[in-house]
Structures are given as structure tokens and as C-alpha cells.
């Protein structure tokens, strides 16, 4: 059984309210961590080895510690909470239900920081959440955690909660950044970096929600006990959110030492796939990864289980292996029809291109239309190599990783599964008539 560390109390009855969170020990990291000095909270958040649990898994002390810190200039904490990746809802999860979880590290995180006002950028479809936030800050406000003179440390810190309005793009940190400030979402150059130059030209710290509420746990257990769950780099513990094929949908709080086998099939996650059927593949971390099919998914190169983690799942590149991502897991039965799912796929990093760069605005929309060609029966050969040559192209040419998160579940689809691209080629009137899945399994 993993370890509850965010989840452990999400089961009490009203702990979405001050009251609930406080009787059961919420707010006593703030309490701790103001007694420490800001270098002091800087160093266990470093020892703890967190990642950030938005994507990409970079060092959150080491971000950290990237924050330029000139005389007479604010700086910002922006919690990314435009949670629009496809399959990823862990964060909708901790806001809606354990929202003082992420009050209470943004206190504690703020003043590592030195940020006297910070941010929670919400996606726009999460439109229930933003109450919620905003009650808990009151909440919290009233009860001499936010505000003014803090505990009377002299500490003042004022969060607000910013709505996006419904763009993907809106996520990538830079863009986030601009629309923030109140201009259209494109994202910037980088570097320079945030914790260089962010909102406002001031240096900022952008984290996603899971990774400031990991703060917490991190100030209570202390670093250095923080860092022995896990195994290797993948240190504490990982929402996953699951969707697809399997018996039991939902967010699960893992230790990333379980297996990938033991998150579909036990009871205690996703409870195995419906009606028996069989595992065809899987996307483990959010739209934005390589798909794996079941034979790669279940074991590395050397036939270890592979593992819930960063290092497992990625093991052997994107050759053999794939990302954590956002912690976004969907899997695909036998059923389901992998060149369907990726058009799906693109015709989504299509429309939410901001069109700044070429390779990604034409490039997107060029695949989508290959892919609903394949899809529909009236492909060619020739279309597999174009939509190959198309993703290469897109990947690694393109100011943010929206390029990238579109080419890459192209090419792992077409690298894992071009038997069934050449199937819908080969068979245009079954392809037109039913699935791959249903037809080719
Ligand atoms: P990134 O690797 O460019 O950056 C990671 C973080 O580290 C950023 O905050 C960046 O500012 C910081 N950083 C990196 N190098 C730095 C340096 N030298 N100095 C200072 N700071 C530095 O990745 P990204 O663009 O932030 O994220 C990409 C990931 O986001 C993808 O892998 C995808 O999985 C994920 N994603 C998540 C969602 C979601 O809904 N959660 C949506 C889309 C994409
Ligand atoms: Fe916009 Fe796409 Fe370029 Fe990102 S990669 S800046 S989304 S056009």
C-alpha cells in the first residue's frame, strides 16, 4: 500500500473548510517553516529531491534557487493551475476537495521565496474551482495565516486567483506569464527564464499545484525523511490521475516504487481492465508522452517490471520507453484504434496552437489532415512517411513544448503501431466500416 502524504486526509468529512483542515493538523507546517529562515526552507526543499509534478520533473530547490534576487525588486510565486492537459485532473482533484493544502504551501513556499504576492492561474473550465480558492484564502485570511504580519513574524502575503479563459497554451509557463499580465497568450523566448525575468519583468517562480502542495508534507517530515519514499530521483509520493480502459477511474497517490502492472491490475488502483479484455497500450503521463504498447509498458529493456516512476518509464528513450509526465495515465484496450486515438490527439495540438511558429502551426494541422485521411480509408504508403518526416520536423524547432507534445505521439504511434497505420491503408473499406481495435486484434 503507498504512502498518503497530499490525499491523507481528503477522505474527512469537511476538510475542504478551514475548520476540518485545522483540527487535523493543517497549518502547522506554516508554522514550522516561519520559524526557519527562507535559505533554511530553500535547503529541506533541495534534500527532499521533489520534482515538479506539472511535466517536465525539473529539481523544484534547484528552480528555486535559480530566483534572481535584486535590491528593491518584488518577486512572485505563480502556481500553474491550468490543468488542461488530455487525461491529467489530479490537480482539479487536490483544489476541489483539500484546497488549504495549497494555500498552506504557497504560504510556506512565498516566504522561502521572499514573495509578498503571489498567484493561482486557474484554467477557465475548472469555472467551480476559483470559489472554492478564494473561500479558503478568506478562510485562511481570517485566521491570521494570509494578510498582514503573519503570526506576527512581519511576514505579509496576499494570494488572488486569475481565471484563464480556456487555452491550452495558457499552461506553458511564458504564456501563462502574458496572459497574467493581461495580453494575449503566446509564449515567450526563454531563456530568459521565469525566475529570471517573469511576470512583470520580475523574477517568478512558477509551480504546478501538486508540487507547491508537496511543500507541506516536505516541512512536517523534514527533507531528508521526505526523500527516503520513493526510489532513486523519484523521490516522495505522485498523484496519478487514471482514465481509459479500467474498472476503477479516479486520482491515486503512489510512492513510485509500484510497478506498472500493479497500478492497472490491483484493487487498490485501477482495479484491471473491463470485461476481461486485454491491455493494448498505454499513455502514462499526460496526451504530451509517447504511447507504449502493453509488451514495452510492462517491462524495460533488461524484462524489469517497469516502475511508476521517472527514470522506469522513460527507460531506454523514446526508442522503448516513455515520460511521467503529468501523471495523466489512460489506457487502451484491445478495442481501441490507435490512428483514431492519434488524430484525436492532433487534431487537439491543432487548435490549441498559438500559430506563432511555423513548424507547429502548419505542421499540426498537416498531420491532423494525413491522420482523418488514414483514419478514413483513403491513405497511402506514402502518407505514413510524410507524417513521419512532418513530426520530425516539428520537434526541437519551436519556441515552446507544444511543438514537441504534438510530433512526439505521432511518432511513438507510428514507431509502435505502424502495422495497424498500414492496415487502415490496406483495408479502406473496413477501416471506413469499424475499428482497427475491433478488426485487427
Ligand atoms: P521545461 O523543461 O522547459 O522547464 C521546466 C521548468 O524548469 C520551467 O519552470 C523552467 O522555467 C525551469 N527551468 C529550466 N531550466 C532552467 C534554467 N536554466 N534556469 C531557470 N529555470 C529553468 O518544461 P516546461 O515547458 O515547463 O514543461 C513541459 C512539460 O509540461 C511537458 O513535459 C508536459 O508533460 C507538461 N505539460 C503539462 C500540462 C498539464 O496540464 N499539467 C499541460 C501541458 C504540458
Ligand atoms: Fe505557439 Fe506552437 Fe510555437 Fe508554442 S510551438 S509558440 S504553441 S506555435
Known amino acids: 500500500m503507498s504512502r498518503k502524504l497530499l490525499l491523507k486526509n481528503a477522505h474527512i468529512e469537511g476538510i475542504r473548510f478551514f475548520e476540518a483542515y485545522r483540527k487535523n493538523g493543517g497549518y502547522a507546517a506554516v508554522e514550522k517553516a516561519l520559524r526557519m529562515t527562507p535559505e533554511e526552507l530553500v535547503e529541506q526543499v533541495k534534500t527532499s529531491g521533489l520534482r515538479g509534478r506539472g511535466g517536465a520533473g525539473f529539481p523544484t530547490g534547484m528552480k528555486w534557487s535559480f530566483l534572481a534576487k535584486p535590491e528593491g525588486v518584488p518577486r512572485h510565486l505563480v502556481v500553474n ?37 503571489s498567484f493561482i492561474y486557474i484554467r477557465g473550465e475548472y469555472s467551480w474551482i476559483p470559489d472554492i480558492l478564494e473561500q479558503a484564502i478568506e478562510e485562511a485570511k481570517a485566521n491570521g495565516f494570509l494578510g498582514k504580519n503573519i503570526l506576527g513574524t512581519g511576514f505579509d502575503l496576499e494570494i488572488f486567483v486569475q481565471r484563464g479563459a480556456g487555452a491550452y497554451i495558457c499552461g506553458e509557463e511564458t504564456a501563462l506569464l502574458e496572459s497574467l499580465e493581461g ?55 505522485k498523484l496519478i490521475s487514471a482514465c481509459g480502459n479500467i474498472n476503477k477511474p479516479g486520482v491515486y497517490e503512489i510512492d513510485m516504487t509500484i510497478s506498472v502492472e500493479e497500478f492497472i491490475y490491483s ?34 529493456m ?3 517490471p517497469r516502475l511508476m516512476n521517472y527514470e522506469s518509464l522513460a527507460d531506454g528513450g523514446f526508442a522503448t ?20 486515438h492519434t488524430m484525436s490527439l492532433a487534431r487537439f495540438y491543432n487548435h490549441e496552437s498559438c500559430g506563432q511558429c511555423t513548424p507547429c502551426r502548419e505542421g499540426t494541422g498537416w498531420m491532423y489532415r494525413i491522420l482523418q485521411k488514414i483514419e478514413n480509408g483513403q491513405g497511402t504508403m506514402q502518407d505514413i512517411d510524410l507524417l513521419w518526416d512532418i513530426q520530425s520536423k516539428i520537434e526541437g524547432n519551436t519556441i515552446c513544448p507544444l511543438g514537441d507534445a504534438a510530433a512526439w505521439p505521432v511518432a511513438a504511434a507510428i514507431r509502435h503501431f505502424r502495422d495497424e ?15 482497427y481495435g475491433l478488426a485487427g486484434y
Open 81 to 117: 493551475a491550468d490543468e488542461s492537459e488530455p487525461g491529467t485532473f489530479k490537480d482539479r482533484y487536490l483544489m476541489e476537495y483539500i484546497p488549504h493544502l495549497l494555500i498552506e504551501g504557497m504560504i510556506i513556499s512565498s516566504f522561502a521565496l521572499g514573495a509578498n504576492l
Open 183 to 237: 495580453k494575449r497568450g503566446n509564449p515567450r523566448l526563454k531563456p530568459p527564464f521565469p525566475a529570471v525575468k517573469g511576470l512583470w519583468e520580475r523574477p517568478t517562480v512558477v509551480n504546478n499545484v501538486e508540487t507547491i502542495a508537496a511543500i507541506v508534507p516536505i516541512i512536517e517530515l523534514g527533507g531528508e525523511e521526505y526523500a527516503k519514499i520513493g526510489v532513486g530521483k523519484s523521490t516522495g509520493t
Open 267 to 300: 484493487d487498490e488502483y485501477c482495479g484491471g481492465i473491463p470485461n476481461g479484455k486485454r491491455l493494448k497500450a498505454c499513455i502514462p503521463g499526460g496526451s504530451s508522452v509517447p504511447i507504449l504498447p502493453a509488451n514495452l509498458l510492462l517491462k524495460t
Open 302 to 304: 533488461n524484462g524489469e
Open 321 to 340: 520507453g516513455t515520460m511521467m509526465g503529468s501523471g495523466g495515465f489512460e489506457v487502451l484496450d484491445e478495442d481501441q484504434c490507435v490512428v483514431k
Open 421 to 435: 497505420f498500414e492496415w487502415h491503408i490496406l483495408n479502406p473499406e473496413l477501416c471506413r466500416t469499424q475499428n
